[in-house]
């Protein structure tokens, strides 16, 4: 069974720096396309980034290009989103994401994704 487990969400000011990780068990990040996806209260589930099964292919929500990172560790075997420059409106659940997918393809879309975590809380006050 497919477990996803973020950590490393918190509350900073806003031009701080936030680094969420997804720990995935088996071997869900050799096979899998993941990604991050936010939700605001009232909102709907937001797509931030995505990452293929190499590591070698991202993309990225235009709001947060530039600022943050996607990243696959497959010694730790940890998904990363290292978050800089950190805005008010990135306040949202933070929740990572799998399906299995082809070498290169990323998907941005939250109906294409297969298993979710639980969710961690980000906070940034201006």
């Known amino acids: 069974q497919v477990q996803l487990v973020e950590s490393g969400g918190g509350m900073v000011q806003a031009g701080g720096s936030l680094r969420l990780s997804c720990a995935a068990s088996g071997s869900i990040l050799r096979t899998s396309i993941m990604g991050w996806f936010r939700q605001a209260p009232g909102t709907a589930r937001e797509f931030v980034a995505t990452?293929?099964?190499?590591?070698?292919?991202?993309y990225y929500a235009d709001a947060v290009k530039g600022r943050f990172t996607i990243s696959k560790d497959f010694v730790t075997n940890v998904m990363s989103l290292q978050m800089n420059t950190l805005k008010p409106e990135d306040t949202a659940t933070y929740f990572c994401t799998s399906v299995k997918g082809r070498p290169g393809e990323v998907r941005a879309s939250a109906s294409e994704y297969d298993y979710w975590g639980q969710g961690t809380q980000v906070t940034v006050s201006s």
């Open positions: 990452i293929d099964w190499s590591g070698r292919s991202t």
